[in-house]
C-alpha cells in the first residue's frame, strides 16, 4: 500500500487552470464550515458535506479536485463515502484526504484498497492540510 501521504499521479484530479475546489466533509457543522472558511480564505472553493451520504451526493454532482473528508461520521463513515465515491468513474480521480483524530496506522489498517491519498490528522495547523491539498492538486 502506497504512502498516504504522497500524491499519486493517476488519481490526482487536474485544475487545468481552474481554482482549486474542495469538499470538506464532516459531520460536527462547525467544524465543517471553520475549515471552509479557512479553504476559502487560502483562495479556495470550499463547500460542506455533514456526513458521507451528503458527501457522495455533492462530490457526483460538483465533482471537486480533493474532500477533505472526516472518518468517524454516524450512517456512512468516511470509509464507506471514499470506497463509493473511488467506484464511480465521475469521482474516482478525486484528491480524498483524511482528516481524523484518527492515527494514520489506525486509518491504514481499515483502508482497503487505498481509497485516501492523504492523511492529515486533526489539531494540526491547518498549514499542513493546505500544503497536502496543494500537492495533490497540482497541474502536472
Known sequence: MKALTHASNQRC?????????????????NAAEALAAYLTSEHMESRVAFGGVEAIS????????????DISMPECTGYQAALA??????TRKIAIIAFTALDEVEVRQQVVDSEF???CQKGQSPTHLVALILALTTDF
Request: overall charge negative.
Open 13 to 29: 484530479h487536474p485544475l487545468h487552470g481552474l481554482q482549486r475546489c474542495v469538499l470538506v466533509v464532516d459531520d460536527n457543522h
Open 58 to 69: 455533492m462530490a457526483t454532482d460538483w465533482v471537486p479536485h480533493a474532500i477533505i473528508m
Open 85 to 90: 465515491l473511488r467506484q464511480d468513474q465521475r
Open 117 to 119: 491519498d492523504g492523511y
